[in-house]
């Protein structure tokens, strides 16, 4: 004789069928839809630009205390019978030096636009700009020197040639780099994305614009 279990009444039978496996982890997600890697924030040219432009204000940083150290030490800035720095011709050029990072930033514009001859005309635009406060600050020693500025007019003359030209020696660079950078985009580089180089340059160029105010005011005004 056959035993039946009786099942209690009101509650349903289960119901027979294919077992449905638990879903994978991470929410359910198959292994396709897996969030790539994530892009850093800075690519490795601007970062080394980074650590680059830091360890140039730390320079500057230096020769700008010691050129304060000896001015608010002396008795009379400047002394007697020692020529007047130009103010106002180095303020004008001053101004051409900033029009030069507006011109940097125009040719950053036209290179999100994927316009390259407009990108090439800013760049000439702005190495064109940098040549001329280059050609002003040299006409303008030429005179200083002639009045009898030199570098051995005591800590006058060599704390202003030393910090002046150690600027005018990184726009020099600045310019070589520029030139560089102005070449390669007359031939279609940087429009596939890969303007690493432009990037950095454009960021170099900004910093030696952004120092000159500084040394302006500290050297020619303070």
Same mark, same amino acid.
């Given at each position: 004789?056959?035993?039946?279990?009786?099942?209690?009444?009101?509650?349903?039978?289960?119901?027979?069928?294919?077992?449905?496996?638990?879903?994978?982890?991470?929410?359910?997600?198959?292994?396709?839809?897996?969030?790539?890697?994530?892009?850093?924030?800075?690519?490795?040219?601007?970062?080394?630009?980074?650590?680059?432009?830091?360890?140039?204000?730390?320079?500057?940083?230096?020769?700008?205390?010691?050129?304060?150290?000896?001015?608010?030490?002396?008795?009379?800035?400047?002394?007697?019978?020692?020529?007047?720095?130009?103010?106002?011709?180095?303020?004008?050029?001053? @101004?051409?030096? #900033?029009?030069?990072? *507006?011109?940097?930033? %125009?040719?950053?514009?036209?290179? &999100?636009?994927? !316009? $390259?001859? /407009?990108?090439?005309?800013?760049?000439?635009?702005?190495?064109?700009?940098?040549?001329?406060?280059?050609?002003?600050?040299?006409?303008?020693?030429?005179?200083?020197?002639?009045?009898?500025?030199?570098?051995?007019?005591?800590?006058?003359?060599?704390?202003?040639?030393?910090?002046?030209?150690?600027?005018?020696?990184?726009? @020099?660079?600045? #310019?070589?780099?520029? *030139?560089?950078?102005? %070449?390669?985009?007359?031939?279609? &580089?940087?429009? !596939? $994305?890969? /303007?690493?180089?432009?990037?950095?340059?454009?960021?170099?160029?900004?910093?030696?614009?952004?120092?000159?105010?500084?040394?302006?005011?500290?050297?020619?005004?303070?």
């Amino acid at each position: 004789m056959t035993s039946t279990i009786l099942e209690p009444p009101g509650v349903p039978r289960p119901v027979r069928g294919p077992r449905i496996p638990p879903p994978p982890d991470g929410g359910g997600d198959g292994g396709d839809r897996e969030p790539g890697p994530r892009r850093p924030v800075l690519d490795n040219v601007r970062l080394a630009m980074i650590f680059l432009i830091s360890g140039e204000v730390m320079f500057f940083g230096g020769l700008i205390s010691a050129f304060l150290v000896l001015r608010l030490s002396a008795a009379v800035w400047p002394p007697p019978l020692q020529p007047r720095l130009p103010v106002a011709v180095t303020g004008l050029n001053t @101004l051409v030096l #900033l029009a030069s990072s *507006a011109t940097m930033l %125009a040719a950053g514009r036209a290179l &999100r636009r994927r !316009d $390259g001859a /407009a990108m090439v005309r800013r760049l000439l635009a702005t190495a064109g700009l940098g040549a001329l406060f280059v050609l002003v600050q040299g006409y303008e020693w030429t005179r200083l020197i002639g009045f009898g500025l030199t570098l051995a007019s005591g800590a006058y003359g060599s704390t202003f040639y030393t910090l002046i030209g150690a600027h005018a020696i990184h726009v @020099l660079g600045a #310019l070589v780099w520029l *030139a560089a950078v102005v %070449a390669l985009a007359a031939r279609g &580089r940087f429009l !596939d $994305g890969r /303007a690493g180089p432009f990037r950095a340059c454009a960021m170099y160029w900004h910093f030696v614009v952004a120092l000159w105010p500084v040394l302006y005011v500290a050297v020619y005004l303070a």
